[in-house]
């Protein structure tokens, strides 16, 4: 028998999802209603259909993905901290969570996992965050830790973390192997803004030419299996 819903002291927690991989959602949806304190208010793709739903369903927390369809989980960090800025967020992603979970924290996430992270660690994450606490893995906290100690006002990412959004939308078409022509297309820029895109880019990463900075974009988009910008425009 369902509990009930009209005493909200008693009600579960309700979760929305923001998630693009159908099999994925459907998975997570199965998921947390397993959990008798947890329930799904709804589940929707994109971040302007989430910004609705958050409008509407008013959840307790929101679990979304970086990559989406028509946009990217930065957005809906950014929607959420502008007009929502109580409601928790759980960032769940496929990236590497050196690179992105500090970036994600400064956006307003109070969560960072992975995606190959086991089910377990998924609904101790989202009982974590609604307790009021900032979820990352032991490595993650270990990291931030390590860096707060040497240097406790600087708190930078991993060597990608020092870029900026945009630079890391350049950062990855490069490793895609776009031509500043085509980045600039895509990214509706000039091609003179892209260059100087790249030069702060190499400079930040400590790079000494174009080549190396193409080897180290190719390598990273190949390694992290990265398949659309975060930051589409």
């Known amino acids: 028998m369902k509990p009930s819903f009209d005493n909200k002291m008693d009600s579960p927690k309700r979760i929305l ?7 994925f959602q459907m998975g997570l949806v199965d998921l947390i209603q397993q959990e008798a304190d947890l329930q799904v208010c709804g589940a929707v793709e994109d971040v302007s259909d989430a910004c609705q739903a958050i409008d509407t ?3 307790d927390l929101v679990i979304v993905d970086l990559s989406l369809k028509q946009s990217n989980g930065f957005d809906l960090l950014q929607c959420i901290k502008t007009q929502h800025r109580s409601l928790p967020v759980l960032v769940l992603s496929m990236h590497d969570e050196q690179i992105h979970a500090e970036r994600c924290l400064r956006s307003g996430a109070r969560g960072y ?10 609904i101790t994450a989202i ?6 606490n900032i979820f990352l893995s032991d490595s993650m906290t270990a990291t931030i830790l390590n860096k707060f100690q040497k240097s406790p006002t600087k708190l930078a990412g991993s060597p990608l973390g ?36 790249k030069e702060r880019i190499k400079e930040k990463l400590g790079l000494k030419n174009a080549a190396e900075l193409v080897r180290y974009a ?3 988009v190949e390694k992290e299996g990265v398949k659309a910008p975060l930051h589409p425009q």
């Open 17 to 23: 999802i923001v998630e693009d991989h159908p099999i």
């Open 57 to 59: 369903l008013k959840p």
């Open 113 to 122: 996992i992975n995606k190959k992270e086991t089910s377990e660690s998924v």
């Open 127 to 132: 009982r974590h965050i609604l307790a009021g």
């Open 162 to 197: 020092c870029l900026t959004r945009r630079e890391l939308d350049v950062f990855y078409l490069i490793g895609r192997g776009k031509t500043s022509a085509e980045i600039a297309d895509r990214l509706h820029l000039s091609v003179k803004t892209i260059g100087t895109h």
């Open 218 to 220: 190719v390598l990273w």
